[in-house]
């Protein structure tokens, strides 16, 4: 096996050989390893395959920017992770990886047909191929689509690791630990700010801790010694917290920042095994300090994706950081000065490379530094091709015409087995941008830079654009102290050499003889998206920026374009003839690399997902086998089962017994709100839409809510207890809202008002007990209450002791039987039922759900908020006239009520419907026609409510209709898929229409 | 993720708060006498402001009160709290 690892370094602790398993295959590397440093020590290169040609692909970078060494680790269901970078994934024993998006393997891949049809599936394939015939999208294009695209494979079973929040709050968070956020760091913890310095990677330093040219010094050592020491330093400040391995995923408004912690992500499994895996960080900062660096970006040439080619600083950060060599015989391209040091670090250990540069000519002390130790330099060349399948072999170069536009002379033909390009490099604007600031252009090296820095957050270093390190030092120290207003003189007298110049030769899309269209010059590697594309998306009209990125899907994969969008805008801006300043930048939206489910959701899974409530009553409802049905967070008994019943069958048993003798319903989930206060029924008058000052204390009332735009809102019982005291039911629901909305208009519009509002939902649990035996059931509870109709009639109150503890007793039905709630408090409810049950057995007292309560009432054309209205229905058109009062001078929503929109005639009305098969059950939703011949066909409205009801013996349904209310006998039709069902318009109440059972 | 100052509890984020849209929409006395445009108009009628803008708020999962908020909307910066019933600080407009 080929051994690329040259040399020694201090990061790589070679007495920790670390084993893993690349697609199936077991290698070595040593701990300190990323995943794409162990692959390059072993001689691999090739990766993956691209996504839409599946061209071979290899390892270009060594950070957050790489597009092609996205890898799927481990295989298990539930852990298997996609689409995680090799280059920031740490080595750790036991490690499996396997390359993604090739079949059957990444070396041989089937897809690679792809790259040979290339000409037929240009930028916009998809939106221009797969369009006509319409009906083909669903069955045919859509399943090939989804079975062709996508990176990795999802876990298909819940995630068993644990993740974990955090709310922090510092007076400074500095984002990287390269040098500028270390200073940062020392001179705001120094000077008293409480301090908070995260970087992603394992160690502080940035590019600068391996750095080791020793033509570039601070205080007369190497840059990377003396940062060394800085570290050492920070280390020891008390308000400085340091974390590693910790990334900021987002930057929002008032400086509230998400950051991720990997804890365990780089143990071996066996170590991984109860500990927290990710942290995430909400943090709010006073101030921030972006310092997130820049990133190098690649040039744009003729097939400059294969395997073998990467970033000239990467190849650097290899060698000198994990001491891998990319190659043996290394071709460095570039246009700028940097890619020198990287040639120096390799001539020094032995490599042999050569330089292309774009730059006709350059004198930096770097450049001397590399023609004296002899090695061979291009300049004013440029590479116009490469080759090699599987992994680059050679290229070829040219010389470039004065203006740079052409190439001239002839081509030499260059072996190599891997080659280097540097573009210049990118500020990382990314938190700059997210957190609202816009940016510059800076023409004379092509870079969006921040504009303006806030007094709450200020960007240093290479993402401001101060790309070398005397430059970078000295502009941080006055920045934070201006920033912070400080006045630190520790970096006063430093000394800084660095033979580095900024002098670059910007061409986005290289010259080449060979016409655009027969070349490959990638821009998104991962999503292979070329300059061809980009030229073919102008051509085709589009111009904005986003629209270009959208139709040839530059900057759209897992990378989000970290490495392409420069060269993007700058081709669009050279093909349009416009300053690439002008276009401005697609938006960098969070997150900066992506976040798994499990760091955002935290702790909240499983049973904590959401919040659930539960009655008093409710280990009862479950040792008696109730079915539950959430409604809004609480759980209520749906129907009972018994003997294997289904639900139907439960429910018609369950509604005839109510009916026949009685049925107890748990309702304690109703909203109740205790109103009190001497305005409290001038409250009551202004927030429902009848009247309530002449009602008796001890007398119940049903009130419909509306909204000031007329539609009815929600619906209740209230109680008056005494003179200013009123007990106020809502639906379940709705009690939170209903709340709120009091609260509101108390608060704002009528402030004068003397009315105190208390939410008591869990304060008291409820049973209702109904049905003809309910009033024996009641006597043998309350023995000492008078239950005559005289005494307690129908909507009456009546407080009386249960042993000793105090209940309420409203007489109200919702069932129309005769009924009594029973309210006791929440922490005797349980007792409370169980009595009742006790008291009823000999009456077939009947513990009924939710079902049943919705088919009782529904016989008795009782409407429920929110099934049977949908907030466009005024009480006229739920045919409630009645309980809308003329004589008030205002409530919430009168004044709509005759609008000349809700007094149309032809709204939609609640009305009966009766099927003409009575067994016919209709179904929830189910359109309402009168025609079904004439189309398009006009549709009337649509079944709200329906049932079949034991107790009348056929099928019965509440439904909305176009003029409704005039439509009584009138015969209308409900198409279903295979038939359609004839019904006719009824009256809204099915059962007992005088009210008889009430006072049976 | 606003900061907002609860004129009631002091600096609180802001997923304890609700909005409750434009502030100083006062509910006319008497509905009645208005016709079907001028209800309209108090109805459904809301600004939608580029720049300075007043606003309800309410500390929902806090002290429950209502108060009034100006912010610009051009970037989320909130430049004044003030309670229910206050006038509008005069220097905004």
Known sequence: ?1000 | MFLINCPFCGERDQSEFSSGGEAHIVRPKQPTELSDDEWAEYLFMRKNIKGIQFERWNHVHGCRKWFNVVRDTSNDKILSVYKMGEKPPVNYK
């Open chain 1, 1 to 1000: 096996m080929p051994n690329y690892r040259i040399h020694k370094t201090e990061y790589i602790d070679e007495t920790k050989r670390v084993s893993f398993k690349y697609d199936g295959k077991t290698y070595f590397g040593y701990e300190g390893d990323t995943l794409a440093s162990a692959l390059l020590a072993n001689g691999i290169h090739l990766v993956g395959r691209s996504f839409k040609y599946h061209r071979p692909r290899g390892i270009v970078s060594c950070g957050a920017e790489e597009p092609n060494a996205i890898c799927q680790i481990g295989s298990k269901k539930d852990l298997t992770e996609p689409n995680v970078r090799a280059t920031e994934l740490e080595l750790y024993e036991g490690l499996e990886a396997s390359s993604q998006n090739c079949w059957p393997n990444v070396k041989f891949d089937i897809g690679g047909i792809n790259n040979f049809i290339s000409p037929l599936i240009p930028a916009g394939f998809y939106y221009k191929t797969f369009m006509w015939p319409k009906s083909f999208w669903k069955k045919v294009y859509e399943p090939l689509i989804r079975l062709s695209a996508g990176l990795g494979k999802s876990p298909t079973e819940p995630d068993p690791d644990i993740y974990d929040h955090k709310y922090v709050h510092y007076d400074v968070l500095v984002i990287g630990g390269g040098v500028s956020g270390i200073i940062a760091a020392k001179m705001a913890a120094k000077n008293n700010f409480k301090t908070l310095l995260v970087d992603d990677k394992k160690i502080l330093g940035g590019s600068t801790i391996y750095q080791n040219n020793d033509s570039i010094k601070i205080d007369d050592k190497l840059s990377s010694e003396w940062l060394k020491n800085e570290i050492q330093e920070i280390k020891k400040l008390s308000n400085l917290t340091i974390k590693t391995r910790t990334s900021i995923a987002a930057y929002h408004g008032y400086n509230f920042l998400l950051a991720k912690e990997n804890l365990t992500d780089h143990l071996p499994e066996e170590k991984k095994k109860n500990k927290i895996r990710q942290r995430l960080w909400k943090i709010r900062a006073k101030k921030v300090v972006i310092a997130t660096g820049s990133i190098e970006r690649p040039l744009v040439f003729n097939n400059n994706d294969r395997p073998g080619i990467l970033l000239s600083n990467s190849i650097n950060k290899y060698l000198d950081y994990y001491g891998v060599t990319c190659g043996e015989n290394i071709i460095l391209f570039t246009n700028n000065d940097s890619a020198y040091e990287t040639s120096i670090s390799l001539h020094k250990k032995g490599i042999k490379n050569i330089i292309v540069d774009l730059r006709k000519s350059a004198s930096s002390e770097l450049i001397k530094q590399a023609e004296s130790l002899g090695i061979k330099i291009y300049f004013n060349h440029v590479v116009t091709n490469t080759f090699g399948y599987r992994k680059i072999n050679s290229l070829e170069i040219m010389k470039l015409s004065e203006d740079g536009n052409t190439t001239v002379g002839n081509k030499i033909r260059l072996s190599c087995d891997c080659l280097g390009m540097s573009g210049g490099w990118t500020p990382m604007v990314h938190m700059h941008t997210q957190s609202g600031g816009k940016l510059d252009f800076r023409d004379e090296d092509q870079v969006f830079l921040p504009k303006e820095n806030s007094e709450d957050q200020i960007s240093v270093g290479s993402c401001n654009g101060d790309f070398d390190l005397e430059n970078i030092i000295d502009k941080t120290v006055n920045k934070i102290n201006k920033f912070l207003d400080i006045d630190n003189q520790d970096y006063q007298d430093t000394n800084i050499i660095c033979s580095k110049e900024n002098d670059k030769r910007n061409i986005w899309l290289l010259p080449n003889k060979i016409p655009l269209g027969k070349t490959k010059c990638f821009i998104d590697f991962q999503n292979d998206s070329t300059a061809k594309d980009i030229k073919l998306a102008l051509t085709e009209g589009f111009r904005s920026i986003e629209h270009v990125k959208r139709y040839t899907t530059t900057g759209m994969a897992t990378d989000q374009g970290k490495l392409s969008n420069m060269h993007a805008l700058g081709i669009i801006a050279d093909t349009a003839g416009v300053k690439m300043g002008t276009l401005g930048t697609t938006t960098f939206r969070p997150p900066f690399t992506p976040l798994t489910f499990g760091t955002l959701v935290g702790r909240n899974v499983g049973k904590f997902f959401e919040v659930v409530r539960k009655t008093s009553m409710h280990e009862w409802h479950v040792e008696n086998n109730a079915e539950f049905e959430n409604v809004g967070q609480w759980k209520r008994p749906w129907y009972y089962p018994k003997n294997g019943e289904n639900m139907h069958d439960a429910v018609q048993r369950e509604s005839k017994a109510a009916r026949d003798s009685a049925g107890i319903l748990d309702a304690s989930t109703l909203g109740k709100i205790d109103i009190q206060g001497t305005d409290a029924s001038e409250f009551l008058n202004r927030v429902y839409t009848n009247a309530w000052s002449k009602l008796a204390i001890g007398k119940c009332r049903y009130g419909l809510m509306l909204n000031e735009d007329g539609m009815v809102y929600d619906d209740g019982v209230t109680t008056r207890i005494s003179e200013n005291h009123y007990l106020m039911t809502t639906t379940t629901g709705g009690a939170a809202n209903v709340l709120s909305k009091l609260e509101d208009y108390l608060q704002t519009e009528w402030p004068e008002l003397d009315v105190y509002l208390t939410s008591v939902t869990d304060h008291y649990s409820t049973a209702s007990i109904c049905g003809p035996n309910s009033k024996k059931i009641l006597n043998k509870l309350f023995p000492n209450l008078d239950l005559s109709d005289e005494n307690f009639p129908h909507m009456s109150f009546k407080e009386d002791k249960l042993e000793n503890i105090n209940c309420r007793i409203m007489r109200i039905s919702f069932t129309g039987e005769q009924s009594y709630e029973i309210n006791i408090e929440s922490k005797y409810g349980h007792s409370l039922w169980k009595m009742c049950i006790e008291a009823g057995k000999e009456f077939n007292l009947t513990p009924y759900g939710t079902e049943t309560m919705h088919l009782l009432r529904a016989e008795k054309g009782f409407i429920i908020v929110g099934q049977d209205t949908d907030g466009t229905m005024t009480p006229s058109d739920l045919q409630m006239d009645w309980i809308v009062s003329k004589k008030k001078f205002d409530f919430i929503g009168k004044r709509s009520l005759y609008r000349s929109d809700t007094v149309r005639e032809d709204r939609k009305q609640l009305v009966g419907l009766l099927t003409d098969d009575p067994k016919e059950i209709l179904e929830e939703g189910a359109q309402i026609v009168s025609d079904v011949k004439s189309k398009p066909i006009d549709m009337l409205g649509h079944v709200t409510s329906s049932y079949f009801s034991p107790n009348l013996n056929k099928s019965i349904a509440l439904a909305v209709v176009r003029s409704g209310k005039t439509m009584k006998g009138q015969k209308l039709i409900i198409p279903m898929e295979n038939k359609n069902i004839n019904v006719t318009v009824s009256d809204t109440i099915f059962l007992d229409k005088e009210n008889k059972r009430l006072n049976a």
